[in-house]
């Protein structure tokens, strides 16, 4: 490739730049697979040991199912950051999976303490915190990403627009709480600690975005090659 061709691959708007990507959010993928696994080991041994409602143990549970990828996911990051290479929109998804996962303990503890029924339908809103605050961050921080990368709001929003990853987030951030909602409406309630690993895997659908990603690097990767 020579020097020009190289500048017009990095230049904001031709599409090349996102080329490595699918690589990238396919190790997120599976760093969402890992964090399921671990929400239902933890949940099938808490409810073994006979602590089926404790507190604690669906925090830990829900923890782990719905944000145990955003901790790999921000050891990802680092390791970018670490490395010297080039900020990409993985690495950017990644730090602000990181950032957003402390919010549903705030939530979970504050309602609990005033008194909110967490078995309830009152309570449909925790598991969607606890599987969708991260993705939240996520979708924030790739948007800013693409603002900073487009270098206005206009273009960057234009791009957001246009990214698979970044859409197919917001459909899951509005998509999802409607489904807990109904769920809960339909009889469901999280009692032990297995099924609170349950709801939370079922409403995370992080993996979907990176899936995303994924296949559109392989397919971006095929036409180029």
Not at 122 to 128: D, E, L, N, Q, R
Not at 154 to 163: M, P
């Amino acid at each position: 490739m020579s020097d020009a061709e190289r500048d017009e691959a990095c230049r904001p708007g031709t599409g090349q730049r996102e080329e490595p990507e699918g690589e990238e959010f396919g190790e997120l993928l599976r760093y969402t697979l890992a964090g399921y696994v671990g929400g239902f080991a933890l949940g099938g041994i808490l409810d073994y040991l006979g602590f089926q409602r404790s507190a604690v143990g669906q925090w830990l549970v829900r923890t782990f199912s719905g944000e145990g990828e955003s901790i790999m996911e921000g050891l990802y990051a680092l390791r970018q950051r670490l490395a010297g290479r080039t900020a990409g929109m993985a690495e950017a998804y990644g730090w602000g999976k990181l950032a957003g996962m402390t919010i549903p303990w705030w939530i979970d503890w504050g309602s609990r303490a005033l008194g909110v029924d967490v078995y309830g339908v009152a309570g449909f809103y925790i598991p969607y915190f606890y599987a969708m605050s991260d993705q939240i961050g996520g979708n924030v921080s790739g948007l800013l990403f693409l603002r900073r990368r487009e270098g206005s709001w206009r273009r960057g929003l234009a791009a957001y627009a246009r990214h698979p990853v970044m859409v197919t987030g917001l459909m899951v951030v509005l998509g999802v709480p409607l489904a807990l909602l109904a769920a809960r409406v339909l009889g469901f309630s999280p009692t032990t600690q297995v099924l609170t690993a349950l709801e939370t895997v079922v409403a995370n659908l992080c993996w979907l975005p990176p899936a995303v990603g994924w296949w559109f690097g392989r397919r971006r990767s095929s036409r180029t090659a």
